[in-house]
């Protein structure tokens, strides 16, 4: 695909986010706006293997959505590359329907890991790249991690064991979007230099300006390894992106879109 395609699936990745939130009344737009264009890319461009038809093939890349709460962002993905039909967007966060609140792997094609709990999820891509490295598997593990999320204890053992072990075979996405539930990250608990954090733990880090820009992602996923070091790409984003009235604000954290609303922002998404 070429940027124009790319950027035309982010924008219908947002309008699946939109909508289906809104059918559930339920949902966390803000951060699943935020992380489109880092999901639109592995699915899309950078992950190798990656087939609705053989989702179990053994070699393939790995995505780990740990901050599980962005699952709109994943499941619009998904839909988009054909794990499964809109029409489910209609049972989002329904008790018998395969789009759970949060990733459930059991139930939803295409997922990886089941995650949730803030911090498992880049331990579960730590564990899958370090048992790849140990059998000679040649599959990647991606993982988007949470800037909220990082104020978890767990997220930094998993970082000190990546380095320790040298999966150059794992890449943690930071969604930086600067906010959380409860606030900005300053005012809950501030993140400090967050590059300078990730590679005194031994990573290999990429800032990126702009990590709603597609063209921005695509270059960082594609910058050559750091043999020995995994990777953290650190992606400078907006909450709420592509939505004029959700764009920086926490109170689109964890709130659904209503009527008037979602067309509003469907609108705004139209091609």
């Known amino acids: 695909m070429d940027i124009l395609e790319l950027k035309d699936v982010c924008r219908r990745v947002r309008r699946n986010i939109i909508t289906m939130t809104n059918k559930a009344v339920a949902g966390h737009p803000g951060g699943s ?15 190798k293997g990656v087939d609705p ?24 993905t998904l839909c988009e590359r054909g794990f499964f039909g809109p029409e489910e967007f209609d049972k989002f966060r329904q008790l018998h329907g395969i ?24 331990s579960i891509a730590a564990g899958m790249a370090l048992g790849a490295k140990k ?14 999320e990082s104020q978890e204890g767990l997220v930094w053992e998993a970082s000190m064991a990546a380095a320790h072990y040298g999966l150059d075979n794992l890449t943690v996405i930071f969604d930086h979007n600067k906010m959380q539930i409860d606030g900005t990250n300053d005012e809950v608990m501030s993140l400090g230099d967050i590059g300078a954090k990730w590679r005194a733990f031994g990573y290999d880090v990429i ?16 910058a050559p390894a750091c043999p020995g070091k995994p990777r953290l790409i650190h992606l400078h984003t907006t909450k709420g992106k592509g939505v ?28």
Not at 135 to 148: F, K
Not at 207 to 222: P, R, T
Request: with cysteine; proline share 5%.
């Open 207 to 222: 800032e990126v300006a702009d990590g709603n820009d597609i063209e921005q992602v695509l270059a960082a996923l594609h």
């Open 135 to 148: 059998t000679g598997n040649p599959c990647h593990v991606y993982t988007i991690i949470g800037d909220g």
């Open 33 to 47: 706006l935020s992380a489109t264009e880092a999901m639109v890319a592995l699915y899309f461009d950078v992950m």
């Open 53 to 76: 038809k053989d989702d179990k093939n053994p070699t393939r890349d790995r995505f780990v959505l740990s901050k599980g709460h962005a699952a709109p962002g994943l499941y619009g």
């Open 99 to 122: 789009l759970q609140g949060h990733p459930d792997v059991k139930k939803c094609p295409g997922v990886d890991a089941s995650t949730g709990s803030l911090g498992q999820g880049i």
């Open 244 to 271: 004029s009235f959700m764009e920086g604000q926490v109170g689109w954290h964890g709130k659904a879109p209503n009527a008037a609303e979602t067309e509003a922002a469907l609108k705004e998404l139209e091609a």
